[in-house]
């Protein structure tokens, strides 16, 4: 089975702090996803990553930035948390190539910044 | 922005089919139609997916119209853990980068007892 595995279940910090979030994956994905999702507002696409040391930006990267330097690892680094980015974030791998391309998520981390 | 449209929630009895339509009026010849659903407190989980034939595997079938304008994920045989946001989404089959997808609303399925 594909394993997406996040560092933390829940997280609490305070604002200014760095907050970093990891993602592993243990399928040799290409390409790795982060989320965030809030209430009202749906899934919606931070960055991605389709190679090592490779990063695309989402819909809404301000605030955020992004580490890919194996290709099983993909972090999310908030630079200076704020308390809008409380939120769940949540990480995908997909493998590249044409056809069905699934992603697959892990369980999330539930940030707090308080 | 979504390129479909689902209703934003559904009941269903248990045991009973669950049908979910999605509309994608706009979808290319090139674009896949995928289902993933998430259940509360977890992340998505992927479904099914299919271009223009109708498909089945082990958790539902997808019905695709002829026109491909839209489509019917069926859980033919709801349980009460199948309650849970299903998305419908079209993604690109020929993205190599990226491929990146767009989650809408959903529908929040609600399987009773």
């Known amino acids: 089975d594909v394993k997406v595995t996040q560092s933390s279940r829940y997280l609490v910090k305070r604002t200014g702090e760095k907050v970093f979030l990891e993602c592993v994956q243990d399928?040799?994905?290409?390409?790795m996803f982060w989320y965030r999702q809030d209430p009202g507002l749906g899934l919606r696409l931070i960055y991605f990553?389709?190679?090592?040391?490779?990063?695309e930006k989402g819909d809404i990267p301000e605030g955020y930035s992004v580490s890919r330097e194996k290709k099983e690892r993909f972090s999310l680094i908030l630079e200076s948390a704020s308390t809008n980015q409380t939120s769940m974030y949540l990480c995908a791998s997909a493998s590249s190539g044409q056809g069905s391309n699934e992603q697959f998520f892990g369980p999330g981390t539930r940030l707090t910044v308080l | 922005d979504a390129k479909t449209t689902q209703p934003p929630s559904m009941d269903c009895a248990e045991g009973r089919a669950a049908n979910l339509p999605c509309n994608h009026s706009t979808i290319s010849g090139n674009e896949y139609v995928y289902w993933y659903r998430q259940i509360h407190s977890q992340g998505p989980q992927y479904i099914i997916h299919?271009?223009?034939n109708n498909e089945t595997n082990e958790m539902a079938s997808l019905i695709i119209t002829e026109d491909r304008k839209s489509s019917t994920l069926i859980l033919p045989h709801a349980t009460l853990r199948d309650t849970a946001v299903y998305y419908c989404?079209?993604?690109?089959?020929?993205?190599?980068?990226?491929?990146?997808?767009?989650f809408g609303q959903g529908t929040e399925l609600s399987v009773k007892p």
């Open positions: 399928m040799d994905h290409e390409n």
């Open positions: 990553s389709y190679d090592v040391k490779m990063k």
């Open positions: 299919g271009l223009k």
């Open positions: 989404i079209v993604q690109d089959r020929f993205y190599n980068q990226g491929g990146k997808l767009i």
